[in-house]
Structure formats: C-alpha cells, structure tokens
C-alpha cells in the first residue's frame, strides 16, 4: 500500500490515436500510389521519393535544433507526410538538387517558419510545389513518358500531360474530340497510365489510399466528395454547353492533380477547415478555382494554386462557420 | 429502435469489468466517517455531541434550508468526534466519526424483504419523505431529490426520464441495481411521477446492458405509463441534456434546465432510493459502489454504508494491486483522482476504479495539429479546441461569446485529442473565470 497515488483533473483516459499514428496512417495511404509510381516511372521516382523525404525530415530537423532550438519534432512523421507529398508533385526527372530547394521551401520556409507543427497556414507540400513550378518553369513542366525502369531519371523520354494537350489544342482551335485522340483512355488514366507529376497518375491507387483513410477514420468525406463533386457539376455544365471546346467530366476528374489535391492535399488537417460545414465550403472553392483555372487560366492545370487560394480562406471559414450549438435555436413541439 | 443523440459523442472503450457480479453487502466498518456535506447545497449542521450513541438511521445532521439535504448515521455505535477530514473531492469539510457497535436500527424503518407496490402518500407526503430521509441524486452530482421532485409555479412537467444509461465506462452499479432491483426501481419511478404529477416516464438504456432492457420492458408492462428506450451506446449519453435529446429530440435550451421542456431526469440509483424512503421510510444510508480496474484481483459491486472508508472497499476487492498509479472516484470520464484512499463513501460515490501505474499517466502533449476532432466530438456543439486556446490567452469574453458555459465538462474533448492536449483542464478554468466574472456583473 506505497503507492504513490497521481492526481489529475478528469478524463482518466485517452483515445489510443495520437498524432504520429494519424500521420504514418497517410504514409501507409500513400503506399499504393508509391508504388503505381514506381511502376510507371521506375528509378526516377525512387530517387526522387527518397530525396524529397530525406531532405524535408533533414531540414525539419536543422531548422528545429539549430534554428529555434526546440526539440527536434521529425518523430510525429509530419516531415515525412510533406517529403512524400512533394515528391508526389513533382515530375519524376527532376534533379536532385532542385528536389532539396523545393523541400527547404516546403518545410523551412512555408512550415517552420510559423512555428512547425500546426501553425503554417498553406500546405508545405504545394508551398514548396508552387515555388518550383515558378523557379524552375522547364524542369517542372517536362513530363516524362511512363515506361517502367526503362524510363529513366534525369534522361527520360518526355512527353505533355492531357491536360496539357488539351489547353494547348485548344487554344489552337482544335475540337476537344480531335484532342481526344491524342491523349491515354479513359481507362488508361484511371490507371495512371500517362504523363505527369509522378504521385498524381494513378487515380485507382489514389482511391485506394483514400478509402483506407476513410475506413481508419484519419480524414472524413466532406473535402473529398465537395470537391470532386463540384470539379464534376462545372465541367458537366460546360461540356453539355459546348462539348467541342470542353473536356467531358471524367477526363477532368482523371487527370493532373485533381485525385491527389482532393484525398491528400487538401485534407491537411492543418490547412483546412475545422467544421463540416466549413470543409464543405472550402471543397466547393477548391473545386471551382480548379475549373476556372484549367479552362481559362495561363496554366494547364490549376489544383494547387487552388487549394493555396483556399488555404487562405481558412481561418475566415473557422471564424464564421460555427458548429451547431446545442439548446441555441430550439424548436420543440 | 435505438436512439441516441445526434450530435457528437465518442466510443470509448467499454471495459465493464463487473458486469456479472452481483451486489455483495459489504461487512461493517470499525468507524465511518459521514461528512456533513455530500449533497449540493448548504452543509448540514450536526445534531449530535460527542460520545452520545446513536442509531442506523437516526439523524446525526439536519439540513440547513430548502436546498440541502438531512444526513442520517449509517451504523450504530458512539460518536467519537467532529472534526474536519478531507473527502472524496480533497477538501476539508466537516465530518461524524462513529465508532461502530452492533447494528441497531431505529424502529421505523420497514427492515423487511417484502416488496411493497402500491403508492399510499399523496404528492406532498412523497416529497417531505424525500427531504426527511435526505435523498440526493445518486448519479454523481447529488443534487438534493425533494427539490428536483418540485416543480416551480410557472413550470410544467409532463415526462419523467430515468437514467439508466451509465455512459460512463468500467461502472456497473446502475447496471447492477436494474437487474437485481428491477420492481423496485419501477416502483421508485412511479413514485417519481406520482410526486411530480405525471402519467409518462421513459427509463433510459444503453444497448450494452441488453438482459436490463429485456428485465424492466418485461417488469415495465405491470408499471402504467412506464417504458423502456433502448439507446445506442454513445458517451455522453447519461448527461441530462443528451438523454432528453436521445430519448424524446427535445432540446434543452442553452443555459436553461430539464423543466424548460418539461422533463425531469432521475437517476436509477435515485430511483430505488425513493423507493426506499417512502415504501420502506429508510433514510439514504447506503448504496451501490462499483470498485474495478484491470490489476484488481476481485473487482465487484458492494452495497456499503455511506461513511465507509475507501480502503475498506479497495480492501474487499482483492486489495490495491501494486501497480496501482490512480485511484478515481466516479467514472473515468468524468470522476475525480483521489490523493489517498482514506476518504469515506458519500452519497454520490457510484465507483472506485484503481489504474494501473502506466494508465496513470498523462501522454506527451503535442502541438494542436486542427484536426477538428475536438469539435466533433463535443455533444453541446462547442469549439474545444478555440475555447482552450481563449482560456489559455486569459480571453475571457471570446471564451464567453462562443459558450463556454454550455460545456458539462464530460472530457470527449480531452479524450479524443490525437496530440493529447489538455483541453478540458484549460475549457474548466476559462469556464469557473467566466462564471465568476458573469456573477460580479449582476452584483456590480
């Protein structure tokens, strides 16, 4: 009868989810559409994975212990979620050192910057992304042709996104069937089989990691569903409008960054809406600006700059869209 | 079939450890200890000197005013002092300490088994035996029964709700007391409605005690106006406001209480104490406490004395296993950490749950990643998470604007926050300074 008793205010317990177990749960989410990666686009998008995470952890770990000088935080596996998700989004033959500037952009600047873990108000990832595309214009936008380890790395065989044809046929005055002849199936793109940055490909594998996220409850389905849900209501109404001048809905929902912005980029926890409501409404933003941009904006392909756009809108999101109180508008009987 | 509420709640684990054990009467202590005040509301003052004997059931403090409640000697024996002793919530208070001799009771408690099912008293007579007899609410809030069985002029009630959801995880002495004090309970919650002028009442279940449901609906049939709701299980589902959503979709305004929609909730325990008092006229002088964990050797539910020693009934359960970290009072969720186990049972004791050392411990806390899991699980609709941080910055009135009184403290929040942070300890801080500064306003 020693023992020394501990006090403490209620609860007495805890759900076992932590932080870390939320965050290897996405990298095991990511897995499949890892290994579509591979797949397609061989040693380029080992090397580049490996990179990117190394180098985002790496950072992460300089910035904490010799900037702040706090306690290294690489353990959550945050750094490691980032590194994954910027090697998703970039094309699988960009050099190495382009891939470290992306990651200390990522992490040191657009993450650490505000204070590391839960404080950056745009996702590291596309922060990082983003900066590329506008540094490195030619790098970023040379796609290499899927070709399993006969690929390559930095010498691969490149090739244009659909979405890249697209824009540019049609801005040549090209009808969106003529387009179609050139791009991949439909069923080939559900596969991922096409040019691009090397995570996004695989909408199939992209699924699967999103109906494990479902199932373990580490995301809900709100962001998700708005947005492709709104991605596939817009280009809807413009393709029954004018079917020559625009893609159908399924060729927008297949390609470029749509699949990996709607189930892993913009359901950052820490970059998107606390509420139902809210995320609902951040979806539908995402979804629009997506459409806006891939139809009359100066690049193809616009998902990032969308979310980015509605990073922003966040803390407005969290400070008006309330959940419902209880007891605050009763109506009874 | 099932209902529950709809908004928020959480899927702790169960851990009902004690489920199959039937209620042990436990042997008398050598002394108790009775504090003066284990009711909400003005302590009770002491009617008894030291060294004068008294009697099972004699009063020993009588109420001070309407809300308060009488206390009445759980053993016979000799008064041995009066002194100040720290109970269950930490805090010195006044107590009787009896020296136990024998087990006299006096003469007008009904000590017989017999069950007895018809109601004689009238509305007033049930309600003075409850106040007499010193009847609190049993769930763990022990707010005196008389003046929750009044209704106010201008009020309304047409349902009586008994709780017999026990939400609360490892707890089983409601569980316990529904099965083995089934007409007794339905007889108590008669009473219950009777007193309140009533003809409907609702008892209340989760869909984990599956043989209490099958039990009362079978007993209920004999019972006018009496049902059984079974309820899906969800925490907080024994917080009031929740209940009466679940059970009838009415909705408690913010701010307001159960009468504003014309319900009254009872726990079960309570339940069988009206029984008590006004079939058997026995004061509350003893009830069910379930003492469990996961290293205790014989975890069970005891029927104790009011004013027993916790280690006594630690002791009847196998004694304190070696690793024990934590010894709580009430339920995990919400129950309270005890410092040392030399505190008496009160009325509002309905279990002893003994933690392992590595339970005991509070995990590393990690930044706030805005999961918004706090928030979805939050039954009253709050923001948890921007409450804690209001409270955290000494932001009063935004704590205020965004209702930080609504909480009723059940800990979803805390529980379920993945980077383990404190949210409920910063929510009761900005709660109690908002609550203050909101009193100091009206008598400014």
Redesign the interface.
């Known amino acids: 009868m020693n023992n020394i008793l501990n006090v403490s205010p209620s609860p007495h317990q805890q759900s076992p989810e932590t932080t870390r177990k939320l965050m290897y749960g996405v990298v095991i989410a990511l897995l499949p559409a890892l290994a579509a990666s591979i797949y397609y686009f061989g040693v380029g998008a080992i090397i580049v994975t490996l990179t990117s995470v190394l180098s985002c952890v790496a950072v992460e770990y300089v910035v904490s212990k010799y900037i702040l000088k706090v306690k290294p935080s690489i353990s959550d596996g945050s750094a490691i979620v980032t590194g994954l998700l910027l090697a998703f989004n970039v094309p699988s033959n960009l050099p190495v050192h382009v891939i470290v500037i992306g990651a200390i952009i990522a992490i040191g600047v657009a993450k650490m910057t505000f204070g590391g873990l839960g404080n950056n108000p745009f996702n590291p990832a596309l922060v990082g992304r983003v900066f590329l595309l506008i540094s490195f214009p030619v790098q970023m936008t040379s796609w290499p042709v899927p070709s399993g380890f006969k690929t390559g790395y930095t010498d691969a065989v490149t090739g244009a996104t659909p979405l890249g044809l697209l824009s540019e046929g049609v801005r040549n005055g090209e009808t969106v069937s003529a387009i179609m002849e050139k791009v991949p199936s439909h069923m080939q793109m559900f596969y991922g089989y096409m040019g691009g940055s090397m995570g996004e490909v695989a909408a199939a594998a992209l699924i699967i990691g999103g109906i494990y996220l479902l199932w373990k409850k580490i995301i809900t389905w709100h962001i998700p569903v708005s947005i492709l849900l709104t991605v596939t209501v817009f280009t809807g109404i413009l393709w029954l409008a004018n079917p020559v001048k625009f893609a159908d809905p399924l060729f927008h929902l297949l390609t470029g960054g749509l699949m990996l912005g709607a189930i892993f980029m913009a359901t950052d926890y820490v970059t998107s809406p606390m509420t139902h409501k809210g995320m609902i409404i951040y979806g539908i933003g995402i979804g629009v600006i997506t459409v806006l941009i891939r139809n009359w904006g100066a690049y193809p392909e616009g998902v990032s700059f969308a979310i980015l756009i509605m990073n922003a809108v966040v803390p407005l999101l969290n400070m008006y869209i309330k959940p419902r109180r209880f007891g605050k508008e009763v109506k009874n009987g | 079939m099932f209902k529950t509420f709809p908004?928020g709640g959480?899927h702790?684990p169960d851990n009902k450890l004690t489920v199959d054990k039937p209620i042990v009467v436990l042997p008398l202590p050598s002394q108790v200890t009775v504090p003066v005040s284990q009711h909400i509301g003005a302590p009770a003052t002491p009617v008894v000197e030291k060294g004068e004997a008294v009697m099972t059931g004699q009063i020993i403090a009588r109420a001070k005013g309407f809300v308060s409640a009488n206390i009445h000697s759980p053993v016979s024996g000799k008064v041995n002092k009066i002194e100040l002793v720290t109970d269950t919530t930490?805090y010195k208070q006044m107590a009787v300490m009896i020296d136990v001799e024998g087990d006299e009771w006096i003469e007008t408690i009904d000590r017989t088994v017999t069950f007895v099912k018809e109601v004689a008293m009238t509305r007033e007579q049930i309600i003075e035996r409850c106040q007499l007899c010193g009847l609190a609410g049993m769930g763990g809030a022990t707010f005196p029964t008389h003046i929750k069985l009044t209704v106010p002029a201008g009020k309304k009630c047409d349902l009586v709700i008994i709780n017999g959801v026990e939400c609360e995880?490892y707890l089983t002495s409601d569980h316990r007391l529904m099965l083995e004090k089934g007409p007794e309970v339905l007889t108590g919650t008669t009473i219950i409605m009777k007193a309140l002028g009533v003809e409907k009442a609702i008892i209340g279940i989760e869909a984990n005690k599956p043989d209490a449901i099958n039990h009362l609906t079978v007993l209920s049939k004999d019972f006018k106006g009496v049902t059984v709701q079974p309820l899906k299980v969800k925490y907080p589902q024994g917080g009031e406001?929740q209940l009466i959503?679940a059970c009838t979709g009415?909705?408690?305004?913010?701010?307001?209480l159960p009468l504003d929609?014309g319900v009254v909730v009872q726990n079960v325990g309570t339940a069988f104490a009206v029984y008590e008092a006004v079939q058997k006229n026995k004061p509350l002088i003893e009830r069910v406490v379930t003492v469990t964990g996961k290293s205790v050797s014989n975890p069970g539910n005891f029927l104790v004395r009011i004013g027993t020693p916790v280690t006594r009934l630690i002791e009847a359960a196998g004694?304190?296993p070696?690793d024990?970290?934590?010894?709580?009072n009430?339920g995990?969720?919400?129950?309270?950490?005890?410092?040392?186990?030399d505190v008496p049972v009160t009325k509002g004791t309905s279990g002893i749950?003994l933690?392992p050392?590595e339970?005991?411990?509070?995990?590393e806390v990690?930044?706030?990643?805005?999961?918004?899991k706090c928030?979805?699980a939050?039954?009253?609709?709050?923001?948890p998470?921007l409450l804690a941080a209001a409270s955290e910055r000494s932001m009063w009135e935004k704590a205020e604007k965004e209702?930080i009184t609504?909480c009723m403290?059940c800990?979803a929040c805390?529980?379920?926050?993945?980077?383990?942070r404190p949210l409920?300890?910063y929510i009761?801080l900005g709660k109690t300074t908002v609550m203050r500064l909101a009193r100091e306003r009206i008598t400014k």
């Open positions: 908004q959480i702790p930490g995880p406001k959503k009415l909705e408690v305004p913010s701010g307001g929609v004694g304190m070696d024990t970290g934590k010894v709580v009430g995990p969720m919400m129950g309270k950490a005890l410092a040392m186990t749950i933690f050392a339970e005991a411990q509070r995990s990690m930044p706030c990643i805005r999961c918004g928030s979805s939050c039954a009253m609709g709050l923001e998470y209702k609504d403290e800990g805390s529980y379920t926050c993945p980077a383990k409920l300890d009761r």
